[in-house]
């Protein structure tokens, strides 16, 4: 029978049944089985079901599917875009040299993706949201955040950066860790180490036990009283004893004790003088020599108990060491000795 397309002249074509419906195009030469030319701005095709549109191919070349659209042998059986599995979605490169893998379902039924993945904006996306969360980020290399961040490292961050948590009633943040604008490592706030082998090791060598660990000769200090200079607490020193580096107050006055009956300090070696004194600053005892003759620390005279009181003195004859208590009585000084052998 004769089909007139789009006005053109009656066309020779096979494949039309007893009604007339055209059913095939059976062609068998280089042209094309069914040219549509649309000279217009009208649809080009417009497939129906009992009138409803199906597939339309509209001016420019677009076209719309209705509801779905199925690709391969064995697609999926659900939803819009139905591929089969491990068949990429490509793409051309920008170069327009070579297609780019972009998504596929590989064979272990994960999605895979093909290339880097960028966000088209920098800085105004996010990878799911605190409804929708991942289970897992796994990574080969790094995790780097902000705009400048280090070259290196697992986790990269930029200068002043605060690593935070969430506080454990959940009302606000607390600040863990950063490098600030010295680039000089901060915490903020307590620092808990938690464990029966959690330790604090510190330095290049440190010691091997211990709960904090410090090398050899290493102060731990602190800033003095009105901020402008260190002050050297504690060290073990290169000789192996440890070392304190300013003056040691108890921090409440007469309340703490060096030593005890059962854990006694050896020997006390001091330079000029072991005070004892009451609240308001008197002495209440001192020690002298079996000879009654001052020790070598003052050159002032024994027996004016404005210089003598709450002096401490040692004196040792080879056979007993002689412990000597001056004391202050109504302005009279006493004394009473007690016998060390």
Known sequence: MGLRLAGEDVTLVKGVDTYGWLRSVDCSDADPGLKVDQKGSGLIADFQDNGVSKLRILDGGRAVLADTLELGTNPASAGR??????????????ANTADVNMVKVGSDGN??????LFPDVSAQLSLGTTASRWQDVILDRALVIGGAP???????????????????????????????????????????????????SMGSNPATGGMVRLPNNQWIAARNGANTANVNMVKVGSDGNVRIGAHLFPDADGDSDIGSSSLRWRDVNASRNLMVRDASGNGLAGLIDAQGVESKVRATAIGDPAQDYGRVYFYDDGATVQVRFVYNDAGVLKSASLNLT
Not at 81 to 94: F, K, S
Not at 172 to 189: K, Q, S, T, W
């Open 81 to 94: 875009i139905r591929l089969p599995n491990n068949e990429w979605i490509a793409a051309r490169d920008g």
């Open 111 to 116: 999605v895979r993706v093909g290339a880097h």
């Open 150 to 200: 280090s070259a290196t490292g697992a986790v990269r961050l930029q200068n002043n950066a605060w690593v935070a948590a969430r506080n454990a009633a959940n009302t606000g943040d607390v600040n863990l860790v950063r490098v600030n604008a010295v680039d000089e490592p901060e915490i903020d706030g307590k620092l808990a180490i938690v464990g029966g082998a959690a330790f604090l």
